[in-house]
């Protein structure tokens, strides 16, 4: 072989390293920020057990990164932090980033915690009986986590099936966990619109009747037509693309407590998280997640159709979201997730 063979072949060789050379150094960045300020609103809360999870079972540092979560009272809180610059990133619902995008402000989400919404309507059972439907709640009370959030949302949602509008029942901050039971017990509200372990603690002690229930696949598709977004993390676009190992190592966290989440037992949970979250209720806790853990996202990327039923949903119960010029493209980035899951 000929010196120009053999440096031939050595260039051949090495061109598809060098073609492979920045999504290898993309794939392995480090991240920019070595600390993350993370907002986020009830995160005791089922909704946002994969953050706790990444938390604790030290998903989060072993992707090289530390994060301070922040909790608030509930969704809007932590997105009113993220929007005044306290916090880095949201652990949060998705359907905010449609709505600030409606506001002329660029968020973005990257990575899914929730499948389906997971949360339900449940009245007290003393009101139940006089509702026969959505109209029937005009000037009711309601608690939930904070006005604004996604369950004050779903309450919106199913109240514009009665032909009633957001002004025609009323919304109280509760927050989530023992402050919802508390609030049912003392009649401070009529009903409520949360998330589990509260949900399924008042059901359990018959303190409620739960009227519109999302907290599996079969739920979301009756509801929605299909999978739903919830919790996931996001942030403001400029973050993002300013901070792509940050938001890799955010994502690699995350996508690493939804797998672990797919085959731990429920008890395996319960001694994961803070004792606290059990709302004095082992055993309730345990049935709770075993009861969502099917609309936990196996891998943190956006289904098919799931952005498309979230905008749907806040057009028919938000006269402010206009559907046609929302570009859902740019409310989402599944390159972060997808590229953890391979790697996990």
Known sequence: MTKLQMRRRTLLA??????????VARAQAKPEKSKVILAV?????????????AERKGFFKEAGIDVEINDFQGGAKSLQALMGGSADVVAGAYEHTIRMQQRGQDVTGFALIGRGMQICIAL???VAARVKGPADIKGMKFGVT?????????????????GLKASDVVAIGVGAGASVIAAVEKGEVDGVSQTDPALTILTDKNLVKVVVDTRTTKGNQEVFGGPFPAASLYSQSDFIKKNPGTTQALATGIVRANQWLQTASPADVANAVPEGYLLGDRAVYEKSFAGVRETISPDGTMPAGAMENCLKFLAESDPGIKAGTVKLADTWNNEFAQRAAKRS
Not at 14 to 23: D, E, K, Q, S
Not at 41 to 52: E, H, I, R, V
Not at 152 to 162: D, E, P, Y
């Open 41 to 53: 609103g009830g995160k005791s809360a089922l909704y946002y057990l994969s953050l706790t999870i």
């Open 14 to 23: 090495a061109a598809p390293m060098v073609l492979a050379a920045p999504h």
């Open 146 to 162: 904070a006005p604004g959030s996604s369950t004050n949302m779903l309450l919106n949602f199913w109240a514009a099936k009665g």
């Open 124 to 126: 007290r059972n003393d």
